[in-house]
């Protein structure tokens, strides 16, 4: 027993590199994810901006200090164009991106559109890879594979896999608008994966990675992506006209905790705006001096209202040039109201 220990060191020691064990084929899956990555991860950048007077002189875009705030995009079109989240870009005076292959060129905004926390960048190169195939967000499942390729911490074509695990979610914008039928996933997205894509097992384009849901700013198995249908109305917008038109008809409404106070179900109008469609069409705001309880819009086409996020994802889709049918509750009476959907831009 003592001689026990010396006998495994003499005759059962590997002093030599061990034989390699051959392995099986892939799995499936695994092949589905390699293939995946190899044939889209070319088509995702490294953006960084910079505030300030500084400049980037050479340096690599995912320097994080002097001021740089960075992010992920991918090409959109040959033509140079990079899709990305608004808010990487917002308040930089200098863009630089970094592609695949290590090459460094400087980026010019085309558009930005921060209700939907999107922007178009566009650069100049010579050796651009092929834009990425674009799929569809309207037919997506809760449960179906999702795929994300990004920067995060700086780190490069890092890529995470997880499920869809909801849909139709709501999600805050910088300037108060909410961006709606959201794609939650639990793949890892992380601060660097900011405006990079989601993708489905097709390799296609299904959302713009863009916050994640965690109060510590990591990964808390929660993610959220702007759905590749909008990101397919609004891109083209930004490079036609470098905006995207805000569809509205001129009211300020209710928060919700007014209408449930009041014990109405439906959007409660407060004002119209003077010269506006509301106004034109005879929508009615609240009688303060009398007291009284303005229109409430119960139903846009058909469908029901019961917050402004329900008008404004109407509003979206019959878009501006268009009339919408409003449905409107008025003291005890139901009455309909034709309005026409203008850009109110800035405006209520």
Same mark, same amino acid.
């Given at each position: 027993?003592?001689?026990?220990?010396?006998?495994?060191?003499?005759?059962?020691?590997?002093?030599?590199?061990?034989?390699?064990?051959?392995?099986?084929?892939?799995?499936?899956?695994?092949?589905?994810?390699?293939?995946?990555?190899?044939?889209?991860?070319?088509?995702?950048?490294?953006?960084? /901006?910079?505030?300030?007077?500084?400049?980037?002189?050479?340096?690599?875009?995912?320097?994080?200090?002097?001021?740089?705030?960075? /992010?992920?995009?991918?090409?959109?079109?040959?033509?140079?164009?990079?899709?990305?989240?608004?808010?990487?870009?917002?308040?930089?005076?200098?863009?630089?991106?970094?592609?695949?292959?290590?090459?460094?060129?400087?980026?010019?905004?085309?558009?930005?559109?921060?209700?939907?926390?999107?922007?178009?960048?566009?650069?100049?190169?010579?050796?651009?890879?092929?834009?990425?195939?674009? @799929?569809?967000?309207?037919?997506?499942?809760?449960?179906?594979?999702?795929?994300?390729?990004?920067?995060?911490?700086?780190?490069?074509?890092?890529?995470?896999?997880?499920?869809?695990?909801?849909?139709?979610?709501?999600?805050?914008?910088?300037?108060?608008?909410?961006?709606?039928?959201?794609?939650?996933?639990?793949?890892?997205?992380?601060?660097?994966?900011?405006?990079?894509?989601?993708?489905?097992?097709?390799?296609?384009?299904?959302?713009?990675?863009?916050?994640?849901?965690?109060?510590?700013?990591?990964?808390?198995?929660?993610?959220?992506?702007?759905?590749?249908?909008?990101?397919?109305? +609004?891109?083209?917008?930004?490079?036609?006209?470098?905006?995207?038109?805000?569809?509205?008809?001129?009211?300020?409404?209710?928060?919700?905790?007014?209408?449930?106070?009041?014990?109405?179900?439906?959007? +409660?109008?407060?004002?119209?705006?003077?010269?506006?469609?509301?106004?034109?069409?005879?929508?009615?705001? +609240?009688?303060?001096?009398?007291?009284?309880?303005?229109?409430?819009?119960?139903?846009?086409?058909?469908?029901?209202?019961?917050?402004?996020?329900?008008?404004?994802?109407?509003?979206?889709?019959?878009? +501006?040039?268009?009339?919408?049918?409003?449905?409107?509750?008025? @003291?005890?009476?139901?009455?309909?109201?034709?309005?026409?959907?203008?850009?109110?831009?800035?405006?209520?």
């Amino acid at each position: 027993m003592l001689a026990q220990p010396w006998l495994q060191q003499q005759f059962y020691s590997a002093t030599t590199p061990r034989a390699i064990e051959p392995r099986g084929s892939l799995a499936e899956w695994e092949r589905t994810t390699i293939e995946i990555f190899n044939r889209v991860s070319p088509s995702v950048v490294q953006v960084a /901006g910079r505030a300030g007077g500084d400049t980037f002189a050479g340096a690599d875009p995912d320097e994080q200090n002097g001021g740089a705030q960075t /992010g992920t995009g991918f090409v959109w079109d040959a033509a140079g164009h990079i899709v990305t989240n608004a808010h990487v870009v917002q308040g930089a005076t200098e863009i630089a991106v970094r592609l695949a292959n290590g090459d460094v060129a400087r980026a010019t905004v085309r558009g930005i559109a921060p209700n939907y926390d999107l922007a178009v960048l566009n650069i100049s190169s010579r050796a651009l890879p092929p834009p990425i195939p674009i @799929g569809s967000s309207a037919d997506l499942q809760v449960g179906q594979a999702a795929y994300a390729i990004g920067n995060p911490f700086g780190l490069d074509q890092s890529l995470t896999t997880g499920v869809i695990s909801a849909l139709k979610r709501r999600l805050p914008t910088q300037t108060g608008r909410e961006i709606t039928n959201v794609i939650q996933t639990d793949a890892a997205i992380n601060p660097g994966n900011s405006g990079g894509p989601l993708l489905d097992s097709a390799g296609r384009l299904i959302g713009v990675n863009t916050a994640i849901f965690s109060p510590s700013g990591s990964n808390a198995g929660i993610g959220f992506a702007v759905p590749v249908d909008t990101v397919n109305r +609004v891109v083209p917008a930004l490079i036609r006209n470098g905006r995207v038109p805000t569809p509205g008809i001129g009211i300020v409404a209710a928060p919700e905790s007014i209408a449930t106070r009041l014990g109405v179900e439906g959007l +409660v109008v407060v004002r119209t705006v003077p010269g506006s469609p509301a106004d034109r069409a005879g929508l009615r705001g +609240v009688d303060r001096m009398g007291g009284v309880v303005g229109d409430v819009i119960v139903a846009c086409n058909g469908e029901p209202v019961r917050r402004l996020v329900d008008l404004s994802e109407q509003l979206e889709q019959v878009g +501006v040039g268009n009339r919408i049918e409003l449905t409107v509750l008025r @003291g005890d009476r139901t009455v309909k109201l034709s309005v026409d959907v203008v850009d109110i831009g800035g405006r209520p």
